[in-house]
């Protein structure tokens, strides 16, 4: 490895990340019930943590030339954050899961995010962007925030789709509201059932600072009310199945294309449903492909079982959309589906 990028990388170095950051022992249980419970809905709302928290992407000095490196950054609540740099690129962008991550942690001091390691070199994150340098302090890059946006952000529907959502009412959804800036609220369920469908989904993660794992952005979108695709603030994170874009208990995501909360964010999903014979046996396993924010993450995934807790047993009749209310405030928006008959 080019020692410039060993340096710099090194920085962003934290072998004990999966522990503190996963951890979910008794210690860690009574220290998140001390925190203030605190749930952001609108980046105006959001604090003076928000805006350093997000994507960063850009390239560095290595002797003759450059190397690409994206950095995600994710508050933690009272000022402390995490980085995540990926070299090559963001996820979806230039980074291969087969390249290490590097993790770092760092407590706010005035305007400013210092990483550093003694001798080293050193990065710091202002508004302006972060600022690598060196171990004799010479700046070898400075990596400015992006804003990504999926390529499916507000698609419109085809001939033929439902609509089942496009702000004007929440009345094609069972238990359907309605938040004040008409956006569709979690824990519905869609009153028209589907077979086999194409479906497009717009979603808004809350920004919850203090909380961890589960507990932060949670919800989920059943096809047929019986697999799960994961709904959750998972930036940053590894990429697991009970993570954003997972498909519950079955699969995890090929690459986390979770955005920073507060962003729009898409999911399409080709849905083929399960086959069953004459006497109701399953003959042939419900499929779907799914792309997160534009990138396939699923590609003709094999469902062999419905997800834990699942509100429709699996069968061979047609079944909702659900989403699922979990605690948190999702919000929805520019939701449709396009039947695509039974396999």
């Known amino acids: 490895m080019n020692r410039v990028l060993f340096l710099l990388l090194t920085v962003f170095a934290l072998p004990e990340f999966h522990s503190t950051f996963a951890a979910d022992d008794d210690a860690s249980k009574d220290a998140k019930q001390k925190e203030p419970r605190k749930v952001f809905i609108s980046p105006d709302d959001a604090g003076d943590d928000y805006p350093l928290q997000g994507e960063y992407s850009g390239t560095i000095k ?49 305007d400013a995010i210092r990483f550093s390691l003694p001798d080293q070199g050193s990065g710091e994150l202002t508004s302006r962007g972060i600022s690598i340098r060196n ?54 369920t869609s009153k028209e059932l589907f077979g086999s469908f194409k479906l497009h989904l717009e979603f808004r ?6 909380a961890r794992g589960q507990g932060r952005g949670n919800s989920g979108c059943y096809m047929q009310g019986r697999y799960e695709t994961q709904i959750l603030d998972s930036f940053g994170l590894e990429g697991e199945h009970n993570e954003c ?45 799914v792309l997160h924010n534009g990138v396939k993450i699923h590609d003709n995934l094999e469902l062999d079982h419905a997800t834990t807790a699942h509100p429709v047993k699996e069968g061979p009749e047609p079944g909702p959309i659900y989403l699922q209310n979990h605690g948190n405030p999702v919000r929805y928006r520019n939701i449709w589906v396009v039947p695509t008959g039974s396999r």
Request: include cysteine; charge should be neutral.
């Open 62 to 110: 290595s002797g003759s030339g450059e190397i690409k490196l994206g950095v995600q950054v994710i508050a933690l609540g009272d000022g402390n954050f995490r980085a995540v740099a990926y070299p090559g690129g963001l996820p979806g962008d230039g980074w291969k899961k087969e390249l290490l991550k590097y993790h770092a942690e760092a407590k706010r001091d005035g």
């Open 205 to 210: 993660l809350p920004f919850q600072p203090f």
């Open 245 to 289: 874009g997972g498909v519950y208990t079955i699969s995890p995501p090929a690459v986390n294309m979770c955005f920073p909360p507060l962003t729009w964010q898409t999911y399409d999903v080709d849905y083929t449903a399960a086959t069953y014979d004459d006497a109701g046996k399953k003959v042939k396993n419900a499929r779907m492909t």
């Open 135 to 188: 171990s004799e302090g010479t700046v070898i890059g400075d990596i400015p925030k992006v804003h990504r946006k999926s390529p499916t952000l507000g698609r419109k529907p085809p001939e033929g789709a439902v609509v089942l959502f496009d702000g004007s009412t929440a009345d094609h959804f069972k238990g359907g509201r309605l938040s004040e800036d008409k956006l569709l609220m979690e824990g519905v």
